[in-house]
């Protein structure tokens, strides 16, 4: 096999919305692609704090909105019928990263801070203002609540009220993720790659339900585990199994290719006499 891709070696995707697309990228770079789905966006069917929030857009009750993805502007602007779009103009928005910003300009809606990659939370927080007292400040959740963004906002004084659009959930189908496990613990899987933290959260979950937790730790641990960026590569430490590799751009196409020309380097370390078929 030529050097530089993933050798034939099976790669485990645990991407749900464009697994297709995952797996696809994986066979290209040489690899046997296994896509097993962690997690799902499930959303909030009624949801009283974006209908609080759309009504106290309106009677102009925040200075800074943040938004943290596309899909929940969208999903917002679905939520109020469109009527945002005007008041947003009307405040400061922040977006968490280029692909937030497009959405929001897109609608005509101006945004005063735009996160540079790898756009987590603590790039966010870089480019907002350091003194905030008394700022009335919005933030639209994404699957989850971000308590060290509230946390660090509220310390500058903001007035932080939190805005969820959706929720992540297991996947209706936990058979794929399960089967993943088996091959984990079988030694089947050469490559991991982990393009959300709540992938990583959601595989020990359903870990914990099969009582293999800390075997599933051990088996990835042999495995090259590839995270998409910091917080990927945070929620895998906190879990005991450090990240090996992360791309050089937080994007999932730079993550399989990159991935794939340092596997064998990675794998060798890790498995010298025990190399994947």
Not at 247 to 272: F, I, T
Request: charged share 20%; net charge neutral.
């Amino acid at each position: 096999m030529p050097s530089g891709d993933f050798q034939g070696w099976r790669v485990l995707a645990l991407e749900a919305r464009r697994a297709a697309e995952i797996a696809e990228l994986i066979r290209r770079a040489g690899g046997e692609p296994q896509v097993a789905p962690a997690m799902r966006e499930a959303p909030l069917e009624t949801n009283p704090a974006a209908a609080a929030f759309a009504e106290g857009l309106q009677r102009d009750d925040f200075d800074w909105v943040v938004f943290l993805t596309a899909t929940g502007v969208h999903s917002l602007l679905a939520a109020s019928g469109g009527t945002m779009v005007e008041a947003l103009r009307g405040v400061k928005v922040a977006a968490r990263g280029a692909k937030v910003a497009s959405a929001l300009r897109t609608l005509g809606i101006p945004v005063a801070a735009v996160a540079p990659e790898p756009a987590t939370w603590q790039e966010l927080l870089a480019v907002l203002p350091e003194q905030l007292p008394g700022v009335r400040c919005a933030v639209q959740e994404y699957g989850a609540p971000n308590p060290e963004l509230t946390a660090a906002l509220t310390r500058r004084g903001a007035q932080v009220t939190a805005v969820p659009v959706y929720r992540w959930e297991l996947p209706a189908d936990l058979a794929p993720l399960r089967q993943a496990i088996r091959d984990l613990l079988g030694g089947r899987i050469a490559v991991v790659l982990f393009t959300n933290a709540v992938q990583v959260a959601h595989l020990f979950e359903v870990a914990a339900q099969e009582q293999v937790e800390a075997a599933v730790a051990q088996a990835l641990r042999r495995s090259v585990i590839a995270s998409i960026g910091p917080s990927t590569s945070a929620e895998l430490a906190r879990r005991g199994c450090p990240a090996d590799f992360e791309p050089s751009h937080p994007r999932m196409g730079v993550l399989v290719q990159e991935a794939a020309a340092a596997a064998a380097k990675l794998l060798d370390a890790k498995r010298p006499a025990n190399r994947p078929e």
